[in-house]
């Protein structure tokens, strides 16, 4: 039997480079949300993976490097420093882009602080005709910073991912495992529904209402008769008119953000699943601590 070997490991990045992505791709299933919008990820969603030859690595997906905008945003970024504090493994993930984002450049100074190793991953490879400009953005990279590897990756095509994996695994070290060996991931059942709602909306609404939105479960519960799952949820938006915009004409918009959730929620829980949405409103709540904290993303 091999020896059992353990890393934690930090996924981290500007906003909108594939984090989730590449982390879902990983694990093989889908745990973190994912949407075009920056910010996204809103809270540290660990998802843990134990390969064959018995080495479980821990990911800690974070949200997106930011300057922030509000309270929520504070707390965002506070979330990152935190991440990379103590983990033995950083996976810094940016896209091909020709200049580097001062964001960026903040990252690779505050995560050579932390003194853990970085890996660099330079997702959505699939993107660029020119593979030249790949290698003169990581020759910029490695300037400012001494990577254990770089890996292109594809998290859209599912390119280089195993070469990622191969190389965060040289970076275990021996330990019992600190979950059990069939464990996804660590986030409570509602969380997950929560977020998976959530993503049905930053994939179908504009501008700024998907920001201002926040999921509560207020009803998670499997009946005793059948195999369904009851699920009641309400959404909280900031400010009326998106209340109405979530809504849609004749409630259309709802309809269709529920059917689109509740497919996902009987794929991942295995089960049938009747799902309840509600929108309410709760003004600025991305500046009243309280709030932010009652819905889990503290």
């Known amino acids: 039997m091999d020896e059992s070997r353990v890393a934690f490991i930090a996924i981290v990045g500007c906003p909108n480079v ?8 990983l694990l093989g299933e889908k745990i973190a949300i994912v949407s075009p919008k920056p910010q996204t990820t809103r809270t540290g969603i660990t998802g843990v993976l134990t390969t064959p030859d018995n080495v479980q690595l821990i990911f800690t997906d974070t949200p997106g490097f930011h300057k922030p905008k509000n309270k ?31 964001a960026e450049l903040e990252l690779l100074r505050r995560l050579k602080a932390a003194k853990a190793p970085v890996v660099l991953a330079v997702n959505k490879t699939d993107a660029v005709k020119d ?16 990577f ?8 859209l095509k599912n390119e280089g991912i195993d070469e ?4 965060l695994k040289k970076l275990s070290a021996p330990s019992m495992h600190f979950f059990p060996d069939d464990t996804l991931t660590d986030q409570p059942e509602r969380v997950i529904a929560a977020e998976l709602i959530r993503e049905k909306m930053l994939l179908r609404l504009d501008k700024e209402v998907p920001h201002g939105v926040a999921v509560a479960i207020e009803r998670f519960s499997e009946r005793d008769d059948a195999d369904i799952l009851d699920i009641d949820a309400v959404i909280y938006c900031e400010k009326e008119s998106h209340k ?26 295995e089960i049938q699943v009747n799902l309840k949405c509600w929108v ?6 991305r500046n009243r601590e309280g709030l932010i904290h009652n819905f889990g993303l503290d």
């Not at 400009?133 to 001494?146: M, R, Y």
């Open 244 to 269: 109405g915009i979530i809504i849609g004409k004749g409630g259309a918009m709802l309809k269709a953000i529920s059917t689109a959730a509740r497919k996902d929620l009987e794929r991942f829980f």
């Open 148 to 155: 254990e590897a770089v890996v292109p990756v594809s998290a």
């Open 164 to 167: 990622l994996l191969d190389e």
């Open 72 to 102: 929520l945003g504070e707390i965002m970024v506070h979330t990152v420093d935190e991440s990379v504090s103590g983990v033995d493994v950083c996976l810094f993930v940016v896209e091909p882009e020709k200049e580097l984002r001062a």
């Open 131 to 146: 593979k030249a400009e790949i290698a003169l953005l990581i020759l910029k990279l490695t300037k400012e910073c001494d």
């Open 280 to 285: 309410k409103v709760k003004e600025d709540w």
């Open 18 to 25: 594939g984090k989730s992505s590449i982390l879902n791709r």
